[in-house]
């Protein structure tokens, strides 16, 4: 059985095109993080199943108590990381304000942080990093 899609959050900036991610106390991947071993596909790996992702980002504008509407899916997008549990669909949201919700943040204990930060996140979660602003800049 596949597990149910994970979000990665991003805020991209409208006019300086300044990319950041939510980065939760668990890491990048919300809002259960990734296990032990787990590893991300090669960008050609495409099972069959595709995941619609209106419930997920429903779920994380309830969960950092935003508004319907606040957080929008980034078409395209879908990476694959290999778990212990089977494989994984990651999928990409924006934030839709001008600024990113920094008070949701605090709210959940995250914080926004750009890519040049993700230093102290798994080898994995760097690598959905890079995937998701190389889809995002094109």
Do not use: N
């Not at 709210?107 to 190389?134: K, N, P, W």
């Amino acid at each position: 059985m596949t597990p149910l899609p994970r979000l990665l959050l991003i805020h991209k900036h409208g006019t300086s095109g300044r990319v950041r991610f939510l980065c939760l106390s668990s890491g990048v991947v919300a809002f259960k993080p990734l296990p032990a071993l787990s590893a991300l596909r090669d960008e050609d790996y495409s099972p069959t199943i595709q995941f619609h992702p209106t419930a997920v980002v429903r779920e994380a504008e309830i969960h950092l108590g935003l508004p319907e509407g606040a957080v929008e899916p980034v078409a395209d997008f879908q990476a694959w990381v290999d778990t212990p549990d089977g494989d994984a669909p990651i999928l990409l949201a924006a934030f839709a304000g001008i600024d990113p919700p920094f008070e949701a943040a605090d709210r959940v204990r995250g914080r926004f942080i750009a890519i040049t930060e993700s230093r102290q996140l798994s080898e994995v979660e760097r690598d959905l990093l890079r995937r998701a602003y190389e889809h995002v800049l094109g």
